[in-house]
């Protein structure tokens, strides 16, 4: 089942890319990733977390997301061949944020030696 669940995980990502990449306009200046699905075991839900270049708009293409939301999930029915289809959630991605601060500390300490 957990295999299962981590072919799942990949379909939605690749598939919502997609779909996103198609339908959705977002701002000129705004660079948005999805980076990691999790679907729950009983596929009824299915968090997608999101990643947003600048940081300061990621609520604002959370919010152009969850407005579309209907949508996205109608394309995404239409596309994936399997039952039942989990429900989008959008989040905010916190851990490539905290990442990115480990890696500019490592490197501070790297030029400081």
């Not at 295999?3 to 995980?9: A, G, P, S, V, Y």
């Not at 407005?67 to 996205?72: D, K, N, T």
């Not at 994936?80 to 289809?85: C, G, Q, S, T």
């Amino acid at each position: 089942m957990k295999e299962r669940i981590l072919q799942i995980n990949q379909l939605i990502k690749r598939e919502l890319s997609q779909i996103i990449l198609r339908e959705i306009e977002f701002p000129l200046d705004v660079l948005a990733t999805i980076t990691r699905v999790e679907t729950t075991r009983k596929i009824d839900e299915a968090k997608v977390y999101v990643s947003c270049l600048p940081e300061s708009k990621a609520k604002l293409i959370l919010n152009i997301l969850n407005r579309c939301i209907y949508r996205l999930q109608q394309l995404l029915n239409k596309r994936l061949r399997m039952r039942p289809i989990p429900r989008i959630v959008f989040i905010e991605e916190k851990e490539t944020i905290k990442a990115g601060r480990i890696e500019e500390i490592l490197e501070k300490i790297k030029i400081e030696k």
